[in-house]
């Protein structure tokens, strides 16, 4: 349901996230975007840093593969778009301040 592009592109600094939800319908794809394009675009921390990269993008997509289920179980499938910036600026403040 959730694919996180190779290891290999992402270390180019590029991901993509495929969701396609098998009961809900098809969702559209988040396109191939670099790491940095993504991270200028929402203000969030830019790194050159390539396997900083290649972490963060296996992060996105598994907290978005999690946070997908639970919205399913709890709220249905129509839910999924309410994965948002706040939560991706929220995840990078935690990389910041780990407590």
Known sequence: MFNC????????GHYRVDIDAKQGGYFPRVDFMSVGTFKRRFNLPDSQDVQRNVLEGELLARKLALWHEGQAETQGVSKLKLFTVDDLKAHYRHLLNPK
């Open 5 to 12: 592009t190779s290891k290999e592109y992402v270390a180019k």
